[in-house]
């Protein structure tokens, strides 16, 4: 028997259809048990076998995980700066992130705060968090959301597209396999774009130091 604890947890919330997708996707936000990518990859294979359509599971992860984030994002700054960003810097130990990584991102809120909102919704881990850094910052809500929002419905279009078309395509799909595989995909892109990211940093950085002298 193959070992897939993803589909195992997918057939409890097939049971109670789009309410539990919903509930599911709004609860992943705040206890990550499953890793968001292994769960969408599920809901996709899921859509492909009938459980829903393939718009009504975009719809109702993005849905879930939207007001997730604006909950978050709410809560944090209803905190107060001292409190939240205390919290902010526990719960990223907790998740693998040091207060030097988790500092760091505050940081880069700061400076470009709605490309930031979308873009991080695509990095794992550090998605979750996105909702926290920026509402440390009191910067405007509506703005944030809307960029989170993009980014939400992206990363969840991606996953749960892949796995619809893996179900299409392949006869037996082990969901958690599949989940390892293109986390590993998704952190060897990342790897590969925070190396092209330092590298134009560097040279813009020497650009700069070529044109002082």
Request: hydrophobic share 55%; charged share 15%.
């Amino acid at each position: 028997m193959d070992f897939d604890p993803i589909s195992t947890v997918m057939v409890w919330i097939c049971f109670f259809g789009l309410p539990g997708l919903f509930a599911v996707a709004l609860a992943e936000r705040f206890v990550p048990i499953l890793p968001s990518y292994g769960l969408l990859l599920t809901v996709g294979i899921a859509a492909q076998e009938g459980a829903w359509s393939l718009a009504g599971a975009l719809v109702t992860t993005s849905a879930g995980g939207l007001i997730g984030c604006a909950a978050c994002f709410h809560a944090v700054r209803a905190l107060g700066e001292a409190r939240s960003r205390r919290l902010v810097f526990r719960a990223g130990r907790l998740f693998g992130m040091s207060r030097e990584r988790t500092a760091g991102q505050i940081a880069a809120f700061r400076r470009n705060q709605l490309v930031l909102a979308f873009s991080l919704q695509l990095l794992p881990t550090i998605r979750l968090f996105a909702p926290a850094f920026a509402g440390l910052l009191r910067g405007p809500s509506r703005g944030f959301l809307i960029a989170s929002a993009a980014g939400i419905a992206v990363w969840n279009g991606v996953f749960v597209t892949a796995g619809y078309a893996a179900a299409h395509s392949i006869d037996t799909v082990n969901a958690t396999v599949l989940a390892l595989g293109v986390l590993g995909g998704v952190l060897a892109l990342e790897a590969v774009l925070i190396g092209v990211g330092r590298a134009l940093r560097t040279r813009r950085a020497r650009d700069v130091a070529l044109r002082r002298c």
